[in-house]
């Protein structure tokens, strides 16, 4: 796995062993970051089930003014800190270890301008928690105009919305999909 762009480029990340963990495939993130590229200059980027840190670290390759990172899975924390160990990426990184409906029940913290989750596919009821909670109890962690982004199945199709957040583009590439939601008033 490599970083596609940015200050970063073609730098190696390691991933997770074994299939518990799915890292975002490069071509996605490329298409992710083809989206994104308008926004991620000087953005606060929240990645929820971070992994190996893949999408937080291109990230911030691309000019992200900082990552908090949410992963539970030891494995995949070990990776997480390595790669970023690795890069030699401190400043504006934030690694918490645990549950993310947890972590966005009791963060008050700083606002984000992206949210990407990237749940275990099998954990479907995570899609609706995680996305209830963004447009709902946790939406106070979301900037005005904030994109909230959930990679999924292509044959699991999430709501239209969840609370305030409405789907505003839903890209499939091969088995893979990127449902873009943003606050209804934003």
């Known amino acids: 796995m490599r970083i596609i762009a940015g200050s970063l480029r073609s730098r190696t ?10 890292p975002t495939s490069g071509r996605l993130r490329e298409t992710l970051f083809n989206v994104l590229a308008p926004r991620i200059e000087g953005a606060q980027l929240l990645d929820l089930y971070a992994g190996s840190g893949a999408v937080g670290i291109e990230a911030m390759s691309r000019g992200a003014a900082g990552v908090v990172f949410v992963e539970r899975a030891a ?3 070990k990776v997480l800190r390595a790669n970023l160990q690795q890069l030699e990426l401190k400043d504006g990184v934030d690694v918490h ?19 990407f989750l990237d749940p275990p596919y099998d954990a479907v009821s995570e899609y609706a928690a995680v996305l209830g909670l963004l447009g709902g109890a946790a939406s106070a962690l979301l900037n005005e105009g904030a994109m909230v982004i959930a990679e999924h199945r292509r044959k699991e199709r999430l709501a239209e919305s969840y609370g305030a957040l409405q789907r505003t ?3 499939e590439q091969g088995d ?7 606050a209804a008033d934003s």
Do not use: C, H, K, M
């Open 176 to 182: 893979a999909a990127l449902s873009f939601y943003r």
């Open 169 to 171: 583009r839903l890209l």
């Open 97 to 115: 270890a645990g549950n993310v409906s947890a972590f966005l029940r009791r963060e008050t913290g700083a606002g984000f301008d992206i949210v």
């Open 75 to 77: 494995p995949a924390l």
């Open 13 to 22: 990340l390691q991933a997770p062993p074994g299939l518990a963990t799915r």
